[in-house]
């Protein structure tokens, strides 16, 4: 059984920065797509960005490009979200997902309902 924990939420100015962790035990598949999603009060989770665990490809939400950045240490078996340039609607719930996968074809942060494992979430809050 797969089990994931975050950490690193907080609070923070807007135009701040901060890196998310999530630990991970339990794989018992030779690849998984990794992902960080959000949910904002209110709002439906949404995903943030995703990585192919096989040759560390990324994809990332068109609201995040160019300031969040996903990111994977195997030895440690912990996935990263660097944010910076943090926004007040980035102010949300941040869940960290794993979901078996032999290729990355399907591997996206878009695909929110192929994610079978999930972690329990950190608050990171963003004032302006």
């Known amino acids: 059984q797969v089990q994931l924990v975050e950490s690193g939420g907080g609070s923070v100015q807007a135009g701040g920065s901060l890196r998310l962790s999530c630990a991970a035990s339990?794989?018992?598949?030779?690849?998984?797509?990794l992902g960080w999603f959000r949910q904002a009060p209110g709002k439906e989770r949404e995903g943030v960005a995703a990585i192919y665990s096989r040759g560390g490809t990324t994809y990332y939400a068109d609201s995040v490009k160019g300031r969040f950045t996903i990111s994977q240490d195997n030895a440690k078996n912990t996935l990263y979200l660097q944010m910076s340039s943090l926004k007040p609607e980035d102010t949300a719930m941040y869940y960290c997902?794993?979901?078996?996968?032999?290729?990355?074809?399907?591997?996206?942060?878009?695909?929110?309902?192929?994610?079978?494992?999930w972690g329990q979430g950190t608050q990171v809050t963003v004032s302006s």
């Open positions: 997902a794993a979901d078996p996968a032999p290729t990355r074809r399907n591997c996206s942060p878009s695909r929110l309902t192929d994610f079978t494992y």
């Open positions: 339990g794989y018992t598949y030779s690849s998984y797509c």
